[in-house]
């Protein structure tokens, strides 16, 4: 009975939103070029580092070459070790150290890094990370990281017993790195630059290219996700300021694809506008679903400056077996029908099963993604 207050209370907000959505669509709503595309070849940049973390009470782990590797760098800074077994276990632990360094960072910036156990070390809460150098794919150091380790979880054990909340084998190093050289990316070839839509969509590309062209530069849409941009000749020096320009353009904002996103775990779902029901019967256990076409002609707003149209309008209806009937009215959707399911009691995942066959029979205009 919770699971069904729970659910009624999430179609009631989902209802909520779609009928806000579906009132202002009329009016068009715009983005800026910069909110939804990127500059091809402008990109961030992943390293990696393999290091140790120290000064842990007995959490570190027992590996053999976490040993060795104590041995190496103890050597490296002037001590003399003769045996690696010396060093007592688990006072530290081999980590894999990450990071992502963003475009154009300079030397002597400093980011924030991820440090993990790589073998059985049951935390790293308090350890300090030694210095570790961080490579790019080729090879080249591209920074150092150290500092102490922040897990972020807690983790107890006594007398055999043991507790923890959260994750204590991977932590993060804030502002742990420092860059030691700079990051160099081009913007662009010798005379265009391509803008790659975070999204890709035809008409929005196509929109973008005819803001460009009427406003800056020319510019033409190449594909669905991508628009090349020619920069001018007084910007060729200067592609900081031409990009300003382009990126606080304003353009259009285009409808999304209908989609409907379903988890069946928790029963959530949500329901993306334009979502529309072509005619269709289902039965599922005692619940009879029937969408009728109720189809109607629909006049353009503005006399010649538009063609007159068919607009499918479905009714729907639900029967139980105790007889029940609820009827929907002209331009049923969607979420009229889980509305009206909601009312009669159906189970969310009685309400999904529904959903899934209206996909399979063609009568759910759009797209269903069950997580």
Not at 82 to 104: E, L, M
Not at 167 to 173: E, H, I, N, S
Not at 299 to 317: D, K, Y
């Amino acid at each position: 009975m919770k699971m069904k207050k729970i659910f009624a209370t999430l179609i009631l907000t989902m209802m909520t939103l779609v009928s806000c959505f579906e009132a202002s669509a009329i009016v068009e709503q715009t983005v800026r070029i910069k909110d939804i595309t990127h500059i091809k070849g402008i990109r961030e940049n992943q390293v990696v580092g393999y290091g140790l973390v120290v000064g842990l009470q007995n959490t570190g782990d027992n590996s053999r070459h976490t040993q060795m590797t104590s041995q190496q760098m103890l050597q490296a800074l002037g001590t003399v070790i003769d045996q690696s077994n010396y060093i007592q276990k688990g006072t530290s632990a081999a980590v894999i150290v990450t990071a992502t360094i963003p475009p154009f960072a300079k030397e002597g910036d400093k980011l924030d890094v991820t440090v993990s156990a790589m073998a059985d070390a049951k935390s790293l809460s308090g350890g300090v990370l030694v210095q570790t150098q961080l490579r790019a794919p080729n090879g080249e150091v591209v920074a150092v990281a150290q500092g102490p380790v922040s897990t972020g979880g807690i983790k107890a054990s006594s007398g055999g017993a043991s507790s923890s909340k959260g994750v204590t084998t991977t932590g993060r190093v804030p502002n742990g790195a420092i860059v030691e050289r700079d990051i160099n990316s081009s913007i662009g070839d010798e005379t265009t630059l391509t803008l790659l839509l975070d999204e890709a969509d035809y008409t929005m590309a196509s929109r973008i290219s005819q803001t460009i062209n009427a406003t800056i530069t020319s510019a033409r849409a190449l594909d669905g996700g991508s628009v090349e941009v020619t920069i001018p000749q007084q910007y060729l020096n200067d592609r900081v300021t031409f990009l300003s320009l382009i990126e606080n353009q304003i353009v259009g904002a285009t409808s999304k694809k209908a989609k409907i996103v379903v988890n069946e775990r928790t029963g959530t779902i949500v329901i993306g506008g334009n979502t529309r029901l072509m005619p269709a019967a289902v039965a599922h256990g005692g619940i009879t679903v029937t969408i009728k076409p109720n189809n109607e002609i629909v006049q353009p707003q503005v006399p010649m400056a538009g063609q007159t149209a068919l607009q499918q309008n479905p009714t729907v209806e639900i029967e139980e077996k105790k007889g029940s009937l609820i009827e929907m009215g002209a331009n049923s959707s969607l979420s009229d029908l889980v509305s009206a399911l909601n009312n009669i009691g159906v189970t969310p995942l009685d309400l999904i099963a529904i959903l899934q066959a209206l996909s399979s029979a063609g009568s759910l205009q759009a797209e269903l993604e069950v997580i």
